[in-house]
Structures are given as C-alpha cells and as structure tokens.
C-alpha cells in the first residue's frame, strides 16, 4: 500500500515514518511539508495520513475528495467551521478522523461510557490532561472526545502543559467516600503511529463516510 504523508517533517510524522519502517505491506510513497506540492504527491498514492496543524484540515480534506484519495486525519484543534469541512469531504471519501489512534485511549472511551451509566450523575465527573509544552490545542482533541461522552454539560477538562509528556488522560467519578479513576498514559508516539497505519490499511477498503478510530478497531 501506497501513502502519502502530510506533515513528514514533525514529531508524529517521524513516529510515523518509523512505524512504516518495520511494515513491508506498506510503503511511505511520498511525503509533504508545508508548502508541499500536495496534489501532485497524492496522484502518486492509494490513501493519505495527515498529522499537520488544523490550519491545514481544509485545503487537505478537499485535495483528498477531489482526487478521490482515502485520508487518515490525525490533526486535532479543528474550529466548527473546519469540521464542516471534514464532513462534506467524507461525502465524497472514506475518512478516519480521530483525536487519538492508541488502542487503550479507545478502550478508555468504552470503559468511561460504561462507567458514567453505571455511576449515574451523583458521581462528579472530572477529565485531566497532559500534554508536551509545546502541545498548541488545548484541552486535547482525546479530552474534548471524553467530555462528549461523559455529557459537555457536566465537565469541562483541566489541561496541563508540562515538559514532554506524550499524552495521558485520566477520568475521575468522585462520589461520597469513594473514587474511580481511568488513567491512560502514552509513553511513546509509536503507538499513535502504529494506530494511524492501521487505519490506512482499513479505510482503503471502506465507501465514503466519517469514521472514527472506534469503528476502525471494531468496539
Ligand atoms: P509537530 O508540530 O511536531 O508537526 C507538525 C508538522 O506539520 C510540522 O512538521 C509542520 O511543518 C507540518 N505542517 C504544518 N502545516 C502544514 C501543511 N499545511 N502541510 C504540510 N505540513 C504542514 O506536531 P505533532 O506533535 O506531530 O502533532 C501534529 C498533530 O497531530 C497535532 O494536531 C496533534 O495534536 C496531533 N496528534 C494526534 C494524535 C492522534 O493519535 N490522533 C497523536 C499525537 C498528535
């Protein structure tokens, strides 16, 4: 399988690049930085992985749908407005958009759904994050996906921008003399990494539509 991927040059690109590495069913075919000449990169390729700025989201998505190209998007801190834009262009291609490509944050979403139901709503609930000081969205793209899932209306995520954390997320029931905590902690962006190619290798079999990483990994 053929990629292009957007955004080679930073952290998640080089993690990326790595992961493709120790995979002979695929290859890195091409690879863009900013500035790139993306259109003529995607003619080149089967499916696209994007890790950029949200910045980017818009001109990638429509690139992408015009070349009838399948994207994995991993850029998170879209605005309202570029979320639109995500999903006319899932009208027209399969993509994975996902805030986190690990499989135990995905687990993390199931368990803290299953939790809140279990514990009801006298439980408080509470949602911390920490990320890399260098780290623009904030709270993460994970948190905002915990909060929804926890109700927006009863949470709001603490950030924390620290030194190099890759990304940890904890999920907090607090009741009357008791606690509950649902602590995930990355300790290498190669998880990422390896989730963004199973992705890839996913989503090229799929008609158009917005996916996320939940329905890659089947939970
Ligand atoms: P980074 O700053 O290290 O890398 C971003 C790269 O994108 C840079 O090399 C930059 O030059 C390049 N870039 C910027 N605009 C571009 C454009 N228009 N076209 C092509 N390249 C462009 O950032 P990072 O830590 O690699 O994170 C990138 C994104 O991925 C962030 O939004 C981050 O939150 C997200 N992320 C997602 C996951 C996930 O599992 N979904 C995991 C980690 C990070």
């Known amino acids: ?50 890790f950029t700025v949200a910045e980017a989201t818009e001109g990638v998505v429509q690139s992408c749908a015009e070349r009838r190209k399948p994207l994995v998007l991993g850029t998170t801190g879209q605005s309202a407005g570029q979320k639109e834009a995500i999903a006319a262009a899932s009208r027209e291609i399969p993509i994975v958009f996902a805030a986190n490509f690990s499989i135990g944050v995905n687990v993390l979403f199931a368990l803290a759904r299953r939790a809140a139901e279990l514990l009801g709503k006298e439980f408080d609930r509470d949602i911390i994050e920490m990320h890399h000081r260098t780290k623009k969205d904030a709270p993460s793209g994970t948190a905002k996906r915990l909060a929804a899932i926890l109700g927006e209306d009863l949470v709001e995520p603490v950030s924390v921008r620290a030194g190099d954390i890759v990304g940890e997320h904890a999920v907090i029931f607090s009741g009357t003399g008791e606690r509950l905590e649902l602590i995930h902690r990355a300790g290498s962006r190669a998880t990422f990494a390896q989730g963004a190619l199973r992705a890839a290798r996913w989503v090229v079999r799929q008609s158009a539509g917005l996916y996320s990483m939940e329905d890659v990994l089947g939970l």
């Open 1 to 50: 399988m053929r990629i292009l991927l957007i955004g080679a040059g930073g952290r998640m690109g080089h993690a990326v690049l790595a992961a493709a590495a120790q995979d002979s069913s695929l290859t890195i075919a091409a690879k863009v930085e900013r500035g790139g000449a993306l259109a003529l990169a995607l003619e080149r390729c089967e499916v696209a992985i994007d």
